[in-house]
């Protein structure tokens, strides 16, 4: 558990925000979230949580964040692509 707090502890993920918007890319479930102090940024988040943001769209939920690799950029969706790189994800999404 230490790990997992020291992961967050590095990065600026917010514990809270509102999901603005929710697209499923090639390499990840891109969401568009405004944090409680205004901004927004563009965040990536497993494909399984695509619809539960979709759901959410417009709300305050609480947001929780792991450390995962994905599909390199350069690999451009091509599924025999083996690069990978190492990003944050928001991993769950709390009412």
Same mark, same amino acid.
């Given at each position: 558990?230490?790990? &997992?707090?020291?992961? +967050? ?5 917010? $514990? ?6 929710? @697209? ?20 990536? &988040?497993?494909?399984? +949580? ?5 759901? $959410?769209l417009g709300r305050e939920v609480?947001? @929780?964040?792991?450390s995962e690799s994905v599909m390199h950029p350069s690999c451009q ?19």
């Amino acid at each position: 558990m230490a790990l &997992a707090h020291a992961a +967050l502890a590095q990065t600026d993920g917010p $514990a809270r925000g509102t999901i603005v918007s929710a @697209q499923e890319g090639d390499i990840a479930c891109y969401l568009r979230i405004r944090d409680t102090a205004g901004q927004t940024r563009n965040w990536m &988040a497993g494909f399984d +949580l695509c619809p539960q943001a979709r759901r $959410a769209l417009g709300r305050e939920v609480g947001l @929780q964040w792991r450390s995962e690799s994905v599909m390199h950029p350069s690999c451009q969706g091509d599924t025999s692509c083996r690069r990978t790189q190492r990003v944050l994800l928001v991993a769950g999404i709390l009412r």
